[in-house]
């Protein structure tokens, strides 16, 4: 097989016409030069140089082989200039996954951030539930996840970005009748479309508190920032977006809790419900990246988390 080595001497043989000059040129002797030219001539079965007493010519094919290598060369120093550049910045395809109960709050503040800082990123974005990204991240479809925790695997690596609460939302009481159990906790008496004063999480073990459904993650991180608050309560399921939970909610079947930046999300436009901050120590849920740990990129991956967390929605 031919050598990118050879290639470069028959390149500098074509530039100089000489075997000595072609040496100096790439810093090896003229008699080194001389035997990887042979060698590259008996591995191609052809003669690339006439020899002469003044110098050196390249034949008819000895040219065409030429001009093909210096392509190949050329090619060679921009994949060698790429990998510079993509070992000081971040820059090509990035795949990042995210789970949908963040992506509508967090990318339209991420993605301009990183569209600015890293223009030669290619982004392509990838929105599912936690267990499909992680198997995606570990099969290498994936660079990176932005998910709640917690995200357990041991090839990937995480790195927490910022912690958000659980907030109450209750029917306001301009909105729809409630039916029997399904009243406002105490103290989400306010006017309409507004935040009411924090609750303790006993105020849910009377109420009927809905759910996602089983398999998003979000219903499992409510139960278990909940804990024992929740076990008295009764539980609706069964939606499969926070946006039918409200709905419910607005229409008196019960109430629910919601990640903060979705909450904020509704203020101002959603008068039929109330929203409410538990005491402390809040609910919450933390959220973090994740990668493979053998990621190319893996020691640069925290960048992208003081981004995130740069941009997580206050």
């Not at 009411?196 to 508190?209: I, K, N, T, Y």
């Not at 999300?265 to 053998?294: C, I, Y």
Request: glycine share 10%.
């Amino acid at each position: 097989m031919i050598t990118l080595k050879q290639l470069r001497y028959l390149d500098a043989l074509a530039e100089a016409s000489h075997f000595g000059r072609a040496a100096e040129q790439v810093g090896i002797s003229q008699p080194a030069l001389s035997v990887q030219i042979r060698d590259l001539e008996a591995r191609l079965g052809v003669e690339l140089v006439e020899r002469h007493p003044g110098g050196a010519r390249l034949t008819a094919t000895g040219v065409e082989i030429a001009q093909r290598g210096a392509r190949v060369l050329a090619d060679v120093r921009e994949i060698e200039d790429m990998a510079r550049k993509r070992a000081g910045a971040f820059a090509g395809p990035l795949r990042l996954g995210i789970i949908p109960s963040i992506a509508p709050f967090l990318l339209p503040r991420l993605l301009p951030e990183i569209t600015a800082r890293y223009p030669e990123v290619d982004l392509t974005l990838r929105e599912t539930l936690t267990g499909n990204l992680m198997r995606e991240l570990v099969a290498g479809e994936l660079d990176l996840v932005i998910a709640s925790l917690p995200l357990d695997h041991p090839q990937v690596e995480t790195a927490d970005a910022y912690t958000e609460a659980f907030m109450l939302v209750a029917a306001s009481p301009a909105g729809a009748a409630s039916p029997a159990g399904a009243a406002s906790p105490a103290g989400a008496t306010g006017p309409a479309g507004g935040e009411d004063e924090p609750l303790p999480l006993s105020a849910l073990a009377d109420q009927r508190v809905l759910l996602l459904e089983d398999g998003h993650c979000l219903r499992d991180q409510v139960l278990q920032a909940c804990g024992n608050s929740l076990a008295g309560s009764r539980r609706g399921g069964g939606a499969t977006s926070l946006a039918t939970l409200v709905e419910l909610v607005a229409n008196g079947q019960g109430v629910t809790l919601v990640p903060e930046m979705y909450a904020h999300g509704m203020s101002g436009r959603e008068a039929r419900v109330r929203t409410a901050r538990f005491t402390a120590p809040e609910p919450h849920r933390r959220v973090a990246l994740a990668w493979r740990r053998t990621h190319p990129q893996a020691a640069r991956f925290g960048e992208l988390r003081d981004l995130v967390a740069q941009c997580a929605p206050r």
